[in-house]
């Protein structure tokens, strides 16, 4: 190896020993406690990041809870209110049995129309959606019925659940007032809806093992509860933690992380409430759950941060060891240094690789180029090559910096390396935004495939482009295929792609384009 003389100042004799030593201990404990308090902040932040996701999906889930129930008790009441006008226009006296007929069907067609009934003052059954000969019953014992007795007005009333005197089943009672002309209690109109209506819908959400939801009315009383349990039904929760914190915010939405009182498990609470109707919705995440796989993750990086930090531990102790025993070596050691240091930038200037995109650069595509044309014109095989090239690039760094710029490059990079098909294949940076794609025993066919599947790749990504008529990241492309013969220069290829390649570009970009070598240039437009 030839010897080269440096031209670097005289070292400077290193600092004294324990000066260096002690520097060096300082400098372990700056690691190590720069590792743990990364570790420390990336696992805080992570936990959050679980959290908000986690309180997120409760507040969607309530949102749809709500709109569903509000939509489903819309539905009854419309129906009812209907019902409430044809028994004030007469309908009741002159048609009953088209009436009784009517309340049937909708009954029938509607999922969470449980049944219509009709009493009068007294609280008797007067006409219901039952089939005829149903056994019937007086219902003035009802919470919804006493309501009415003592309240005025024509507005609806969701009651307390009851377990249905015609089925047996639980449901939520929705009901309207029935006036005589002269304003008096006539009786009540009563629509009902199945329990088991909302607990459907509720078990379709998933809400892992420990999730709750909940319907309640105002008042604190349970109207359904997952996971499901009948003995829950018109419990008195007005005491519980949701209820707690909807009187305390005083707002018709809200979240907290709270422990239950049934269960005593600690959840991630969203509660709403309805627009028009007494009811509360409330989901709940299990806290546990929701970190669960926070704490996995937690666990594995921690342990490698630690075997990271005993590993430093042990080498920086022993380099400091080293360092006492060989302080004596730090002049030689800074010579080999820096004659090493002078190699290795001699060989980064020979390195056959593009430092930002990692492909092949134009040093190593020139002699790759000859030693193809060279093998092609031997055998008598084609050789192809596709050139490509960003579009509106620098209007791209432009508009979003060189950094995200050089990140585009790099995402055209990954792009060309992907659509390599075989070994002899070469990806190749040319030059600032054209790449390169050197395709040995390639037809035009082929190359022009190769092209037009690496343009679609990278216009797929949809990386945003706002500078670019089109909105997003494109390149167009230029290929040329040919048998080379003797005598023949490896530059006609190139040229040849390029006219392609400015053919796509006047054709509007994001294209591909092919011209025959023996086609006049094309000038280029601007990118």
């Not at 006493?146 to 609806?156: D, K, S, V, W």
């Not at 007005?238 to 049934?262: D, E, H, N, Q, Y």
């Not at 630690?306 to 302080?327: K, P, Y």
């Not at 190139?494 to 006047?506: N, T, V, W």
Request: proline content about 5%.
């Amino acid at each position: 190896m030839t010897a080269f003389r440096s031209t670097a100042a005289p070292v400077s004799p290193p600092p004294p020993k324990r000066s260096v030593t002690r520097l060096a201990t300082m400098f372990l404990a700056l690691v190590c406690l720069s590792l743990v308090t990364v570790e420390g902040w990336s696992s805080y932040s992570s936990r959050n990041t679980y959290l908000r996701e986690a309180n997120t999906s409760t507040v969607n889930m309530a949102r749809a809870l709500s709109d569903h129930a509000e939509a489903s008790i819309d539905l009854v009441d419309t129906i009812l209110s209907g019902v409430v006008e044809r028994v004030h226009a007469g309908e009741l006296d002159s048609d009953r049995q088209r009436l009784h007929d009517l309340l049937a069907s909708m009954t029938q067609r509607t999922p969470s129309l449980q049944g219509l009934f009709l009493f009068d003052a007294s609280g008797r059954w007067v006409l219901n959606s039952l089939p005829v000969g149903a056994p019937v019953a007086n219902n003035a014992d009802r919470e919804y019925f006493i309501y009415h007795r003592t309240h005025p007005g024509q507005a609806p009333h969701v009651g307390n659940p009851v377990r249905s005197r015609s089925s047996n089943v639980w449901v939520l009672p929705v009901s309207r007032r029935l006036d005589n002309p002269d304003g008096s209690f006539a009786g009540v109109a009563l629509a009902t809806v199945e329990i088991d209506f909302f607990r459907q819908f509720y078990d379709s959400f998933d809400i892992g093992k420990n999730g709750t939801i909940f319907l309640a009315l105002d008042s604190g009383v349970f109207v359904v509860h997952r996971p499901f349990r009948q003995a829950d039904i018109g419990v008195d929760m007005s005491s519980g933690p949701v209820f707690k914190l909807w009187k305390k915010l005083g707002r018709p939405t809200g979240s907290a992380i709270m422990v239950a009182r049934i269960d005593h498990i600690e959840r991630l609470y969203t509660y709403r409430h309805l627009r028009r109707y007494p009811l509360l919705i409330a989901v709940a995440l299990s806290k546990q759950e929701v970190l669960a796989r926070w704490r996995t993750s937690t666990i594995i990086s921690a342990t490698g941060t630690l075997v990271l930090l005993a590993a430093l531990l042990w080498l920086g102790t022993r380099m400091i060891g080293q360092m006492m025993h060989t302080s004596r070596l730090q002049r030689e050691l800074h010579d080999a240094k820096t004659a090493l240091e002078a190699n290795n930038a001699a060989l980064q200037l020979l390195a056959l690789s593009d430092s930002l995109t990692g492909l092949a650069n134009r040093r190593h595509f020139d002699a790759s180029l000859d030693v193809e044309f060279k093998r092609a014109i031997r055998d008598g095989s084609p050789l192809a090559l596709v050139m490509f090239d960003v579009d509106y690039f620098k209007k791209f760094n432009d508009h979003r910096g060189h950094v995200e710029g050089d990140a585009a490059l790099q995402m055209v990079s990954r792009a060309l390396l992907a659509g390599q098909r075989r070994p002899g294949d070469l990806a190749a940076r040319f030059g600032g935004e054209e790449f390169a794609m050197l395709l040995p025993d390639t037809d035009l066919d082929g190359a022009l495939a190769v092209a037009e599947s690496i343009r679609a790749a990278i216009a797929a990504l949809a990386f945003q482009h706002g500078a670019s008529p089109l909105r997003i990241l494109t390149v167009s492309a230029g290929a040329h295929s040919l048998i080379p013969q003797r005598g023949q220069h490896p530059r006609a290829l190139i040229e040849a792609a390029d006219r392609g390649l400015y053919r796509a570009k006047a054709q509007g970009r994001n294209g591909v384009g092919a011209a025959p070598l023996e086609d006049a240039a094309v000038s280029a437009p601007q990118t």
